[in-house]
């Protein structure tokens, strides 16, 4: 059975960091990629960010560059998540999710498909950023 369990969500005043994790089992993990997504009230599920366990290719959505770091512990098969200078914007439902990778030929690398593509997810954390 595949599983994706998210942990370290909570609440943080604005400026603040969290650091989420999500636990992959039930898959091979180095043969996919592993994206955070987030899901804000009455808003669209949107992506955050992607890594590609086989080589570490990583992407991220505008409002998380040099903000966010994404990273993963292949031994533990698991991928994290910093999150630094949070803000209000940032209060949503993240969520990880895998599938495998795309080439993606605008970006040069493999990376995690569409929101609606990918395969497995997780039940999610919630974020809060208090303003």
């Known amino acids: 059975e595949v599983q994706l369990a998210e942990s370290g969500g909570g609440l943080v005043q604005a400026g603040g960091s969290l650091r989420l994790s999500c636990a992959v089992s039930?898959?091979?993990?180095?043969?996919?990629?592993i994206g955070w997504f987030r899901q804000a009230p009455g808003k669209e599920r949107e992506g955050v960010s992607c890594?590609?366990?086989?080589?570490?290719?990583?992407t991220y959505a505008d409002s998380a560059k040099g903000r966010f770091t994404i990273s993963s512990d292949n031994a533990k098969n698991a991928v994290y998540l910093q999150m630094n200078g949070l803000k209000s914007d940032d209060t949503a439902v993240y969520y990880c999710?895998?599938?495998?990778?795309?080439?993606?030929?605008?970006?040069?690398?493999?990376?995690?498909?569409?929101?609606?593509?990918?395969?497995?997810w997780g039940k999610g954390t919630v974020v809060t950023v208090s303003s």
């Open positions: 890594i590609v366990s086989k080589d570490g290719s990583t």
């Open positions: 039930g898959i091979n993990f180095d043969d996919y990629a």
């Open positions: 999710a895998a599938a495998p990778e795309v080439l993606d030929y605008g970006l040069g690398h493999a990376t995690c498909p569409g929101v609606y593509a990918m395969d497995y």
